[in-house]
């Protein structure tokens, strides 16, 4: 890994954007700043820029657990080894996310969050710590930090103050431990009783509801210095089924997701979300096809970027899940979401062969280098800003 990469201390101070303090939005850098991004993004190799753009669990890292049979809660990947240290010199990604699995106790995770800063790609380190069911350190009872019934309840107080200190609460104890990005608040709105993979994981089923509460929270993470993600666009609420599991789509038009989903997302656009995560949801009346909209142009640049406004980083919900990967090689889904827009490739089923693919992408023209120098300008200044 080059040198140049290290992000010193004066680059830090010289990347403190006004305003929301983890836009990674390139209007607000005076020219000094841009020059900085610039320079560094001119000293990379491809294969670094590349791994910029994937965030993978950290079993990916190690190729022992590659060439096993064993499963994730099996191999229980708890601290950094030097397999895992040479792996990363030939795919240095740069994000890494945690689960329940990796996290034991307030001594391990500190060490091991300490020591996965340190891999090459100066991966930044996430988690989904939702509050209520969706919470890796809350419902671990190794851990003393505040937990929540569900981010439902928190939404029928009818107080967004209430959501904002959950946040601060959360992002608190995330930042003692070593993490910097939280993959939370779900600005999806709840309005499917039949739905089984968001429910109470929504403030509510009212977009009127949600919208000041998902802005609260997403402004309590980043009063603590945590960067929020906001999910699950164009949201998963309306849907039957699950993505983790299945095909899915909403049989919603434009005009009818403007009037309930993306009220909430728009909202967090507008108080200066860094982040929010795409979900694998066709909406065929709005496409006109069934890509789900991790893989479409159309939702996520023309719609998302163009339309909506939104200039901060595009990440997918985890590649591996089957809604694309039954349909999609990791190389394949890679590829085309890099194509539709996203910044960040989550969790390919298969790191290697999709890390791959994007540099042979590149290299043959099938994806403009332009294209990926645009993500990772997103990325690194938002990593300046994380640390």
């Known amino acids: 890994m080059k040198k140049s990469l290290v992000l010193c201390a004066a680059c830090l101070a010289l990347l403190a954007i006004p305003g929301c303090k983890f836009s990674s939005t390139r209007k ?58 040479a792996f990363c010199e030939k795919y240095p990604v740069g994000g890494i996310t945690l689960f329940s699995h990796n996290i034991d106790n307030p001594q391990q995770i500190k060490a091991f969050t300490r020591d996965l800063h340190t891999l090459a790609g100066e991966p930044l380190l996430s988690i989904d710590e939702e509050g209520g069911r969706v919470a890796r350190i809350g419902n671990n009872g190794n851990f003393h930090v505040p937990t929540y019934a569900s981010m439902a309840a928190v939404g029928a107080t009818g ?26 608040p779900v600005a999806d709105v709840n309005t499917n009783p039949k739905n089984i993979v968001i429910g109470d994981r929504a403030f509510s089923d009212n977009p009127k509801v949600a919208a000041p509460m998902v802005v609260k929270f997403l402004e309590g993470l980043e009063e603590v210095g945590i960067v929020a993600c906001v999910k699950h666009f164009p949201g998963h609420g309306d849907t039957v089924g699950d993505s983790h599991h299945e095909y899915v789509q909403s049989d919603k038009t434009w005009e009818e997701i403007l009037a309930c989903e993306m009220i909430t997302f728009k909202a967090a656009i507008k108080a200066g979300a860094p982040m929010i995560m795409s ?6 009346n709005v496409t006109g096809d069934n890509l789900p909209a991790t893989l479409s142009h159309f939702m996520l640049t023309e719609k998302l970027r163009e339309e909506l406004g939104f200039e901060g ?44 693919a994007v540099v042979a992408a590149v290299e043959d023209g099938t994806l403009p280098e332009e294209r990926i120098d645009e993500s990772v300008r997103r990325v690194l200044a938002l990593k300046a800003l994380a640390r």
């Open 28 to 85: 607000n850098l005076s020219p000094e700043q841009q020059d900085t991004i610039e320079k560094q993004l001119s000293s990379m190799t491809l294969r670094e820029k590349v791994g910029q753009l994937f965030c993978v669990r950290p079993e990916s890292l190690d190729p022992v657990f590659q060439s096993s049979q064993l499963g994730m809660m099996e191999y229980k990947m708890q601290a950094v080894n030097e397999e895992t240290r």
């Open 159 to 184: 107080d967004p103050a209430k959501a904002r200190d959950a946040g601060i609460s959360i992002g608190t104890y995330l930042k003692e431990y070593g993490f910097d990005v939280d993959f939370a």
């Open 279 to 284: 979900a694998h949801v066709a909406v065929p």
């Open 313 to 356: 980083v595009i990440i997918t919900d985890a590649m591996g899940m089957k809604a694309v990967s039954d349909r999609y090689t990791s190389g394949e889904s890679a590829v085309l979401t890099l194509k539709a827009g996203a910044d960040i490739v989550l969790m390919p089923e298969n790191l290697p062969e999709a890390f791959d």
